[in-house]
Nanobody
Framework: QLQLVESGGGLVQPGGSLRLSCAASGGTLDYYATGWLRQVPGKEHEGVSCISSSDGRTYYADSVKGRFTLSRDGAKNTVDLQMNSLTPEDTAVYYC????????????????WGQGTQVTVSS
């Protein structure tokens, strides 16, 4: 059973940066599309970014393109999200997830979820 644990959330000022990390145990991320979604109270999960297990392609929501960068380390079994130029609209709980493919992951149809980490962007 794959287990995902996020770290790296916190409070940051607008324009600042944070790096979220997701560590997997109980299995390898090599067989899954992996990435991040976020959720604000009262709204559905929003797919943020995903990396494909088949060809390594990365996908980003339009709202984060050019600001966020997703990377996966096969040796460490981790997937990280570097977030730059943060705005208050990025405030949310961020979840690491794994799915059969990026289409599923970005739609919130994931086999595995982390517990979530809060990111707050505020002055």
């Amino acid at each position: 059973q794959l287990q995902l644990v996020e770290s790296g959330g916190g409070l940051v000022q607008p324009g600042g940066s944070l790096r979220l990390s997701c560590a997997a145990s109980g299995g390898t991320l090599d067989y899954y599309a992996t990435g991040w979604l976020r959720q604000v109270p009262g709204k559905e999960h929003e797919g943020v970014s995903c990396i494909s297990s088949s060809d390594g392609r990365t996908y980003y929501a339009d709202s984060v393109k050019g600001r966020f960068t997703l990377s996966r380390d096969g040796a460490k079994n981790t997937v990280d999200l570097q977030m730059n130029s943060l705005t208050p609209e990025d405030t949310a709980v961020y979840y690491c997830a794994a799915a059969p493919g990026c289409t599923y992951l970005m739609a919130g149809e994931n086999d595995y979820w982390g517990q979530g980490t809060q990111v707050t962007v505020s002055s």
